[in-house]
């Protein structure tokens, strides 16, 4: 079965544009959850979405958007850029069939503003 | 709530050497427990998790944690270290009664092998 995986893999972009980052879901997973990852903050949760519903939010600007579609393909937008927004996009995906909150992470996006 | 918390940012062990990589956590209700690696430029890579059935949990690449309530602990814990060990390694909590709870991640722990 294939793992997560999230296009593209490095971005770089400049102060005030915007960025759209893409994450496939394991097949069978309907849950899908972004995190920020810094050196200096850690990983931060962004939000999570399950079947097209955002069910999950962190403490983060409405610059941070995302949306999930019904093959449960997930894509955040990231709008305004800032140069703190520079970091390690993480998407994970988890069956809840399996009941135990297990997360299957991607291989990240390296997003650097310039 | 929940939180967690592993001591020590930055860990060094000799080749050979026992792991110990320390996890504490914080739940007001069962929790459900997992440790993370994570290869430099790579995602996070499960490793083993506790699930309320077996305290002592076996993983992948030889780790295993002991989950423990009356210590509120859940080390991680390797025999031997190898070079290929050197990592990043995040310890994680969720409540173990709904699967609609965000996981909490701990600030990681770098895990260095020295030849």
């Known amino acids: 079965k294939a793992g997560v995986t999230q296009t593209p893999r490095y971005l770089i972009k400049t102060r005030g544009q915007q960025v759209t980052l893409s994450c496939s879901p394991i097949s069978g997973h309907r849950s899908v959850s972004w995190y920020q990852q810094t050196p200096g903050q850690g990983l931060q949760f962004l939000f999570e979405?399950?079947?097209?519903?955002?069910?999950n939010k962190g403490n983060f600007p409405g610059r941070f958007s995302g949306r999930q579609f019904s093959n449960s393909r997930s894509e955040m937008n990231v709008s305004t850029l800032e140069l703190g927004d520079s970091a390690l996009y993480l998407c994970?995906?988890?069956?809840?069939?399996?009941?135990?909150?297990?997360?299957?992470f991607g291989p990240g996006t390296r997003l650097t503003v310039l | 709530a929940q939180s967690v918390t592993q001591l020590g940012s930055h860990v060094s062990v000799s080749e050979g050497a026992l792991v110990l990589l320390r996890c504490n956590y914080s739940?007001?209700?069962?929790?459900?427990l997992f440790w993370y690696v994570q290869y430099p430029n790579q995602g996070l890579q499960l490793l083993l998790k506790y699930t309320s059935a077996a305290t002592l949990v076996k993983g992948i690449n030889g780790f295993e944690a002991e989950f423990k309530k009356s210590e509120t602990s859940f080390h991680l814990t390797k025999p031997s270290a190898h070079m290929s060990d050197a990592a990043e390694y995040f310890c994680?909590?969720?409540?173990?009664?709904?699967?609609?709870?965000?996981?909490?991640f701990g600030s990681g722990t770098r895990l260095s092998i020295r030849p």
């Open positions: 979405y399950f079947s097209e519903t955002q069910r």
């Open positions: 739940s007001s209700v069962p929790p459900y």
């Open positions: 994970a995906s988890k069956s809840l069939l399996e009941g135990t909150d297990t997360q299957y």
């Open positions: 994680a909590v969720t409540p173990g009664y709904s699967s609609a709870s965000k996981i909490i």
